[in-house]
Nanobody
Framework: QLHLVESGGGLVRPGESLRLSCAAP????????MGWFRQAPGKEREGVAC????????SYSDSVKGRFTISKDNTKNTTYLQMNSLTPDDTAIYYC???????????????????WGQGTQVTVSS
């Protein structure tokens, strides 16, 4: 059964960077599209970035476009989110999610994805 584990969150200052990882121990993500989502207190879960199973196509929310990069290493069963130029508005719990989908980029919304990790906290503060 697919189990996702996020890591890499923490406390950083505005302008700094973080890289989040989402691992699927012992499970191949070769046929899974992946997504990163975030949820701040009092707000709905927001799609941040999504990627096809092969890693060939990506999508980003307008709020992170040009700052965040999603990538996928199927040899390591891991998906990454590189976050640069962080601002306090990026503070949230970040979740990765997966759904089986081959060569198609699904809508980057929470209802599209089936399997979720437990989340990792990202706090951006001076």
């Amino acid at each position: 059964q697919l189990h996702l584990v996020e890591s890499g969150g923490g406390l950083v200052r505005p302008g700094e960077s973080l890289r989040l990882s989402c691992a699927a121990p012992g499970f191949s993500l070769h046929y899974y599209a992946m997504g990163w989502f975030r949820q701040a207190p009092g707000k709905e879960r927001e799609g941040v970035a999504c990627i096809t199973n092969s890693g060939g196509k990506t999508s980003y929310s307008d709020s992170v476009k040009g700052r965040f990069t999603i990538s996928k290493d199927n040899t390591k069963n891991t998906t990454y989110l590189q976050m640069n130029s962080l601002t306090p508005d990026d503070t949230a719990i970040y979740y990765c999610a997966a759904r089986p989908m081959y060569n198609f980029l699904p809508p980057c919304v929470a209802t599209t994805f089936q399997t979720w990790g437990q989340g990792t906290q990202v706090t951006v503060s001076s």
